[in-house]
């Protein structure tokens, strides 16, 4: 799948700047396009793997470089003001080459949750490329503001992207990490997501042959629809020392046919379980699996621990599981992990508490900003003698 990323802001501009220094070390040789842009000089500054022609630094005669805060309003004007500025930098880099435009940004704060949908907008008009948004929702202790912000970034998204992505950062919790270590964390859950997904209609390694091939065609048709999704993920090491010696044996055994389909009735319960993990475990943001219009599974590993009738069980559980019949599958071999790993993109989902309880707070967050205000001018007002009358 070939994406042109573009990270939006300080919490996109880090998941894209971890993207690149994970595809970099593996040497996958994903076709990439990726593009930085802030309204804070200093948050640009400190992106390590996106080369610096590929940051883009907008609102420097309103904000001069300092960032728009928590105004997600004052973002999107920012985006709209410079749209020329990123759309020219895109069309530089080229986007004949691309299967879909990806967009990632933080929804609390003020530049992505305000500008992402402003580009989004402008993309959906501009290109026939699907747009995505990898949109990451802040969790309720971070306050009500930016439970406002979130919620209407999320509206103003889902008119204009072809599906959005949610991370729920506030169910991402993890036992003794700081605020900054959780939120570093959770990007590394992000990209690793990310990075199987890029996996998808990409060649595979020499002399590898993926056995039910997952196309960027697929992967655009389960997202197809608009709406919400929320992906799972889940690994296993590849083969535990007692699994080695038992393929060792059965190898030596490969007449004695009760060895050889006991080992492969394992191999695929244990493909059939891992996919189970991934769409019942921790989803990035949780949600009632029936509710979901669409699945798509894609398991990536060592080609000898990849098997296909376990995948084909894998897809027909999850048929039963959600309320549509879309259900997609398929594998990707590779010898640079010891891991095999299982990706469940559940598209379209639509019971989601963690969006309800979002649209609760964000009204509390506007009824209170609305009260305040009214309270401040009504003491205000009151500092002067009655008799003196107001303008108009």
């Given at each position: 799948m070939r994406f042109f990323a573009i990270g939006f802001g300080q919490a996109g501009g880090k998941i894209l700047d971890l993207f690149v220094e994970n595809e970099k070390k593996r040497g996958a040789g994903i076709k990439l396009h990726t593009l930085a842009v802030n309204t804070a000089r200093t948050d640009l500054m400190g992106l390590k793997h996106i080369p610096m022609k590929d940051r883009i630094l907008i609102g420097q005669t309103i904000v001069k470089g300092h960032g728009v805060g928590t105004d997600n309003r004052m973002g999107a004007k920012v985006a709209q003001d410079e749209i020329e500025t990123i759309l020219n930098a895109i069309d530089e880099k080229g986007t004949h080459d691309i299967d879909a435009f990806l967009i990632i940004a933080g929804l609390g704060g003020g530049t992505g949750s305000g500008g992402s949908p402003v580009l989004a907008r402008y993309l959906s008009e501009m290109y026939s490329e699907p747009v995505y948004a990898v949109g990451i929702l802040p969790a309720p202790e971070e306050g009500k503001l930016y439970s406002l912000n979130a919620a209407r970034s999320t509206i103003t998204l889902l008119k204009y992207v072809d599906n959005l992505i949610l991370i729920d950062n506030g169910a991402w919790k993890f036992e003794g990490a700081s605020l900054k270590e959780s939120f570093a964390k959770i990007n590394e859950e992000v990209v690793r997501r990310l990075a199987v997904l890029a996996r998808a209609g990409e060649p595979v390694e020499e002399g590898m042959v993926g056995e039910m091939v997952v196309d960027s065609s697929e992967v655009i048709n389960t997202f197809k629809g608009g709406g919400i999704s929320s992906i799972g993920y889940a690994t296993s090491m590849a083969e535990t020392e007692e699994e080695k010696e038992r393929r060792?044996?059965?190898?030596?055994?490969?007449?004695?046919?009760?060895?050889?389909?006991?080992?492969?009735?394992d191999k695929s319960m244990k493909i059939a379980s891992l996919v189970r993990r991934a769409a019942l475990g921790r989803l990035s943001v949780p949600c009632n699996i029936r509710s979901a219009e669409k699945a798509l599974v894609l398991v990536a590993g060592p080609p000898e621990h990849l098997d296909r009738k376990g995948i084909e069980k894998a897809k027909l559980w999850l048929e039963e599981q959600i309320s549509g019949v879309e259900v997609r599958a398929g594998d990707y071999p590779t010898r640079r992990t010891k891991y095999v790993a299982a990706l469940v993109v559940l598209a379209n989902v639509t019971d989601i508490p963690r969006v309800k309880q979002l649209q609760?707070?964000?009204?509390?967050?506007?009824?209170?900003?609305e009260g305040a205000e009214r309270s401040r001018l009504e003491k205000t007002l009151a500092l002067f003698d009655e008799d003196i009358e107001p303008l108009f």
């Open positions: 060792k044996f059965s190898l030596k055994n490969l007449f004695k046919r009760e060895d050889r389909g006991t080992y492969d009735e609760r707070l964000a009204v509390e967050a506007r009824e209170e900003a």
